[in-house]
T-cell receptor, first 115, second 111 residues
Framework: DQQVKQNSPSLSVQEGRISILNCDYTNSMFDYFLWYKKYPAEGPTFLISISSIKDKNEDGRFTVFLNKSAKHLSLHIVPSQPGDSAVYFCAASARSGGSNYKLTFGKGTLLTVNP | NAGVTQTPKFQVLKTGQSMTLQCAQDMNHEYMSWYRQDPGMGLRLIHYSVGAGITDQGEVPNGYNVSRSTTEDFPLRLLSAAPSQTSVYFC??????????FGNGTRLTVT
């Protein structure tokens, strides 16, 4: 049973517009969430994270929103740039349960930003 | 800083062969782990280690062995390769509570 779900396999947006990537989770023990970005033939690289005590975290063009009651988080990229084209993975862990080392990943969303 | 280094980048094995995927990090990270990525499956945790001499199983440990004799190295051993182990393998490391740093992966094909 998938505990972290990214229901959109792909997303295409125009350069300069907003990209919104979504992620849902089912395990109520998850209390720390991360987004990773992956280019072909490279490993995932950390992008941004959020703890369950917050509902928003911002880092430059990237903002992550967390809705705990809905078990939903989203990554907003504004403005989108062609270099943002990559696969984005949502990941979660249960830090307070002592499992902060173990990440559960979604299947990823391929973002394409068109010039 | 090299970060997390994985070798080899590519490997082809025949069913039943054994091999070791190497992983080394130079960041003095306590935590190291191995994930596999299959098409449409995301990344799944195979084994992890919270420090030298300590290892534990992740979500998909069957068919794989690990050991952690030093802080820097965390090799992944396939004792008898099977076609189901065809995948891209990623090693990662971190300090406790910090995001994982990933290597660039080893693409393994088992025929």
């Amino acid at each position: 049973d998938q505990q972290v779900k990214q229901n959109s396999p792909s997303l295409s947006v125009q350069e300069g517009r907003i990209s919104i990537l979504n992620c849902d989770y089912t395990n109520s023990m998850f209390d720390y969430f991360l987004w990773y970005k992956k280019y072909p033939a490279e490993g995932p690289t950390f992008l941004i994270s959020i703890s369950s005590i917050k509902d928003k975290n911002e880092d430059g063009r990237f903002t992550v929103f967390l809705n705990k009651s809905a078990k939903h988080l989203s990554l907003h990229i504004v403005p989108s740039q062609p270099g943002d084209s990559a696969v984005y993975f949502c990941a979660a862990s249960a830090r307070s349960g002592g499992s902060n080392y173990k990440l559960t990943f979604g299947k990823g969303t391929l973002l394409t930003v068109n010039p | 800083n090299a970060g997390v280094t994985q070798t080899p980048k590519f490997q082809v094995l025949k069913t039943g062969q054994s091999m070791t995927l190497q992983c080394a990090q130079d960041m003095n990270h306590e935590y190291m782990s191995w994930y596999r990525q299959d098409p449409g499956m995301g990344l799944r945790l195979i084994h992890y280690s919270v420090g030298a001499g300590i290892t534990d199983q992740g979500e998909v440990p069957n068919g794989y062995n690990v050991s952690r004799s030093t802080t820097e190295d965390f090799p992944l051993r396939l004792l008898s390769a099977a076609p189901s182990q065809t995948s891209v393998y990623f090693c990662a490391s971190s300090f406790p509570g910090s995001p994982l740093h990933f290597g660039n992966g080893t693409r393994l094909t088992v025929t």
